[in-house]
């Protein structure tokens, strides 16, 4: 039987990051302009008109006509189309929206993304220009509070989280009382989780449901989660090595501190590479918030309960869980593993064409357009591998770029790279394990998870989550004696549930 040296996770981030401590690099602050040159972005484009106006429906089941009004905005209220009905067994029209492809639950200021023209914007601000010039904690009060801080308002703003930083210690407990195989992304949710229990002070269902009517209240729970957070995360990381792990330092910034946690081995006079801390630092901006994903969508589904923040929260984590969601960029990483070689990407697109081959990292629910986060990133990447070394399959991944955007089949259907094509090929030269991507895309994500949060507890228009359905179940039946019905269809049945060699071995003893 193998066995596995989890400490070996540990020793190959080291052995990666040992190198860079010996470049030479500027102070943390004067590194963007060399990593990411002046983009393009999308400040030239107008914004939409006025749609304000009114739908006139003629319903040929009645042949009646109802007006539903149009908002500026080009949204109808779905519950208008309630009262189009052919009669007194009709409940009225209902929306049926699988996915939630054109159903709009809320109205928000934070994040505008249009997928056809490929724009990301946080409070108005192109990606472009914040992934050059900001800093996550800068960006993370940008879209906490509408506009980015002044010099002093930033200062405070920095202070506040690394305050919050440490993470009690019966949450390292529960952490440490894990196997030593849990993927971080589950220890990540138990974690958040657990919080509101050591928290009580942030609980509606303790403190009552108007707790969180307290600006006070509101942002000591940001600053705890922005700042724990990563501490949470880097005590899974060192879990997965079989390290204990690191108190967080207040000397550095956001994404040093995390590398320190990661690194530092409990030396405190260790200090992470700066130009890595940025790349890092620019990662976190463009995964910081993205408008109503399905994350995004679960925390606000979670907090129109009333429910505190943490569980809203470890909520969304757990729907970033999901490999549909924040596990992308470990698929694209094992199909350019998959293709190997430059050659062999001819004969991977014509399997992608002929439907045998599944190609990650092209496409997006959203965008119709090049992503411009995956523009950043691309960017970014010659900058990583500059420093550790340069990935061989960036070349795979690069060619099956140019060959997949030079033919008509992917032209077409505009399947363009997503943030998760060169994503995870960053991560891995930076030496983080697969399965740690997603928790890096968390961390983030807590941003923007907490700035819908804030968002919806001030919306008039936020009432508690309760979507409807088209039933299309049996309409009536009535009970039947056990004794006289008989055995239902095979597919409802139970299945086979397997029993352990454990069980198999109790139950072939005997005993009184």
Known sequence: MEVIDHSSVARTRLAVLTAHLSSSFDQFGAISNGILESSICSAAVEPPPNLKGSLVVVDERTGNKYRVPVSDDGTIKA?????????????????????????????????????????????????????????????????????????????DWEFAVSQHSAVPQ????????????AHPMGVLVSAMSALSVFHPDANPALRGQDIYNSKQVRDKQIVRILGKAPTIAAAAYLRMAGRPPVLPSSNLSYSENFLYMLDSLGNRTYTPNPRLARALDILFILHAEHEMNCSTAAARHLASSGVDVYTALA?????????????????????????GSIDNIPDFIEGVKNRKRKMSGFG??????????????????????????????????????????????????????????YSGLIYRAMGFPTEFFPVLFAIPRMAGYLSHWRESLDDPDTKIMRPA????????????????RMDTREEDKLGQVSVSNATKRRLAGSGS
């Not at 990301?120 to 914040?130: A, F, K, M, Q, S």
């Not at 390292?172 to 894990?178: E, G, P, S, T």
């Open 364 to 421: 997006h629910r959203v965008y119709k357009n090049y992503d411009p986060r995956a523009k950043v990133i691309k960017k970014l990447s010659e900058e990583v591998f500059s420093i550790v070394g340069r990935d061989p399959l960036i070349e795979v991944a690069i060619a099956l770029e140019k060959a997949a955007l030079s033919d008509e089949y992917f032209v077409k259907r505009k399947l363009y790279p997503n943030v998760d094509f």
């Open 469 to 484: 359905q088209v039933y299309t179940g049996v309409w009536l039946r009535h009970y039947m004696p056990l004794r006289e």
């Open 170 to 181: 019966g949450i390292l407990d529960i952490i440490h009382a894990m196997p030593h195989d």
């Open 79 to 155: 519950t208008d189309l309630k009262k189009i009905t052919t009669g007194k067994n009709d409940k009225g029209l209902k929306l049926y929206d699988p996915g939630y492809l054109n159903t709009a639950p809320v109205r928000s200021s934070i994040c505008y993304i249009d997928g056809d023209e490929g724009i990301l914007r946080y409070r108005g601000y192109p990606i472009e220009e914040l992934s050059e010039g900001s800093s996550f904690l800068e960006v993370a009060y940008l879209l906490m509070y509408g506009n980015l801080p002044s010099e002093s308002q930033l200062a």
């Open 315 to 339: 909520g969304a984590v757990g729907a970033l869980y999901g490999p549909l969601h924040g596990g992308a960029n470990e698929a694209v990483l094992k199909m350019l593993s998959d293709i």
